[in-house]
């Protein structure tokens, strides 16, 4: 079971990729079946986008579905590792990789642009976060929209997060069984601290990774993207993970 279909679970069996091993493994415990995504590429369709911008695009799950469906798409991600296992995903010929982070994307327009799963969530400072819109907004055409979700605070979706209620175990080829499991270790205003742990039984390695999301408020993410030349059209709620999350649809003016 992957952690994200846990109520309000933090996504993967690793937040981050700084390890060969776990990004490699990172699908198996996310599932062959990404529902979470069909929300997005639904949107696409309703919006008739023929370009995408997928930032923070990880392995390249949404960015390779959509190639495959004819979509022109380009995934930037900061992680290498991350990366490499994008670019062995059917379709992923079809996309342009970018490593970095959006301010790194080349000139370009596109219609749509997504930041799924906790993306939105990972830029702690205000300007990081202020500099990636702005990125996001350049790279738009005018009247383009950008998509992306961010969980309530209210909801306190970290309560969950205990090996008790993330734990999940897989048989991975080429690795034998795998644990992975969340841990909550501190809350200190918006910021919430966690731990994800991998451990490959095989050899006994266990994989620590820290991480942290801030949890900004409907009202402070709809001012920075008014300061940052978007309008918000739309807050909806995520179908999937009904009263969880925010789905903000801004569209570049």
Not at 137 to 146: N, Q, V
Not at 159 to 174: L, N, P
Request: charged residues 30%.
């Amino acid at each position: 079971m992957s952690v994200d279909d846990l109520d309000g679970g933090a996504s993967g069996a690793v937040d981050s990729y700084s390890n060969a091993r776990c990004a490699a493994i990172y699908d198996v415990f996310e599932g062959p079946d990404r529902y979470d995504l069909d929300v997005y590429a639904a949107m696409v369709d309703e919006f008739g986008a023929a370009s995408v911008l997928d930032v923070g695009c990880g392995t390249g799950a949404f960015a390779s579905m959509l190639a495959v469906r004819g979509v022109e798409v380009v995934g930037v991600d900061p992680s290498a590792l991350a990366l490499d296992v994008a670019k062995s995903k059917p379709g992923a010929e079809r996309v342009t990789w970018v490593h970095g982070t959006a301010p790194d994307v080349p000139p370009l327009q596109v219609d749509m642009a997504f930041m799924t799963a906790n993306v939105a969530q990972v830029f702690l400072g205000d300007e990081d976060w202020s500099e990636t819109l702005r990125a996001i907004h350049g790279c738009l055409r005018e009247g383009g929209r950008l998509v992306f979700e961010s969980r309530r605070p209210e909801r306190k979706a970290w309560e969950d997060w205990t090996k008790a209620t993330t734990h999940c175990r897989a048989e991975v080829e080429g690795e034998g069984p795998v644990e992975s499991w969340v841990q909550l270790e501190s809350v200190d205003g918006e910021y919430v601290r966690f731990v994800g742990v991998t451990v490959f039984e095989s050899d006994g390695a266990r994989v620590e990774e820290r991480s942290t999301l801030r949890f900004r408020s409907r009202d402070d993410l709809t001012s920075s993207l008014e300061r940052e030349g978007f309008v918000v059209d739309e807050i909806r709620d995520a179908p999937d993970r009904p009263g969880r999350e925010f789905v903000f649809i801004a569209r570049a003016v």
